[in-house]
């Protein structure tokens, strides 16, 4: 079986403004690092996700961190240094034993 490698990434998270203890605090971005492997969506099949704005979108790639950890806010970017790519998330899909990310 040929042994994939597996890479360190950073997902940033988008998290929203809300009320405190009465009072406002802004939204701010957080980041998350996550350590998976990267396979690139192949050219023969057309895949359509939705995002979390209800738009289709087409899937470039995919990102298997195992389980997805729990975390505040909505992941909208993923960065893997060692493979140069820095593109915006589609979704984020659970399983019960591992999780994928569409890119």
Known sequence: MVKRKA???TVTLE???GVVNGEWQEGRTDILPVKGHYNSATGARIIIRRNANGDEKQVSGYFFPGKK???????????????EIDVPIIC???YQS???INV
Do not use: C, M, Q
């Not at 950890?69 to 493979?83: A, D, H, M, Q, S």
């Open 7 to 9: 890479y360190k990434a």
């Open 15 to 17: 998290i929203a403004g």
């Open 69 to 83: 950890p729990k975390f505040e806010g909505n992941p909208i970017r993923l960065t893997v240094p060692g493979l």
């Open 92 to 94: 984020w899909d659970s």
């Open 98 to 100: 591992h999780s994928v």
